[in-house]
């Protein structure tokens, strides 16, 4: 038996079980009330009223008993659905391996389009800047660019918060020792847009109001993909939000004032390995790859006639502490 709950038991029926106790338990079916008959079919149905066939009348049943039945009805009930359940995927079993091994029609719902011309990847560009209006993400391992440009660039910045929109871009840490990508982030920053610095390798991508990604398309970045393929852009958006977390924030306005470094950078790289920096290390600070930083590291040797790195390391230390004179070949 188990049908019970939905609601258990309503008020009118309610009202008419106290009733029935206040005549002492029972009562005879000549003495209902025609409106009656719901609520007694719901007691009846219940078990909280039995019916006396001998003398046509109608009795109260303990509510604790009734309650005992309905509960252990219910909880049967209940580990006989959830064996059925657990044999519900069993079941279907031929069904989803069918669906799984079917061959699907690819979604073409998206679109790639590569533009090989240095001109008209900067002319699509400039037109993604001028549609743009809620965010641009940028990640840039190389920096900001020529200095001649940047007035445009935050021009087109300005622009884009007027319209409500907003810049979040990721460089190298190698930036913070340019003057120019420094003064671009700084002057950037003060118009609402956020720059931070990430020391591991990512990918060089823009996405325009994570509608449309430009990647480069070959090693050179002389060619470009513009990518509108909704899954693409989701997955290149969820790849620029992880480096965005791990990514290290910069006070860009302090770097502009400080970032007066000029040297070359082979001896930028000595000035490193002197004050006992790696050379990942120092490949990270200036934004080079290690394999850069060794052919430096590999020319100091020889200018200084060394063999190890900690000769070199030490012979650039005491240049460092010299006033500059270190052992030195003429060439």
Known sequence: MTEPPAGLIG?????????????????????MAPDDAPSLERLLQLGLVVARVEDAAYATVNPRTVGSRIGADLRATGVRLLGEADEVPALLGDLTHA?????RKPDRTGVVEHVQDVA???????????????????????GAGPSESMPDALERIRLLVERGGVIRGIYRPG?????VTSAYAAA????????????EPFTRMLVYDRR???????ADSSSAAFVEDPTVVDFLVESFERDWQEAQRVQWADGARNSTDRRPVQDQVGAMLASGLTQRAIASRLGLSERTVAGHIARLRELHDVETLFQLGWQMRGAAAGGGRGKRHDR
Request: proline letters at 4%; aromatic letters at 4%; charged letters at 25%.
């Open 212 to 218: 449309v990604a430009v990647i480069p398309a070959d």
């Open 99 to 103: 669906y799984d091994s079917a061959p």
């Open 175 to 179: 930036v913070r020792t340019d003057a």
């Open 188 to 199: 950037a920053t003060e118009l609402g847009c956020r720059y931070r610095v990430l020391a």
């Open 11 to 31: 008020s009118a029926a309610r009202e008419l079980y106290l009733a029935i106790l206040g005549e002492g338990g029972q009562i005879r079916a000549r003495d």
């Open 120 to 142: 008209k990847i900067r002319h699509r560009i400039a037109q993604l800047d001028a549609d743009c209006t809620e965010e641009i993400l940028a990640a840039q391992p190389g």
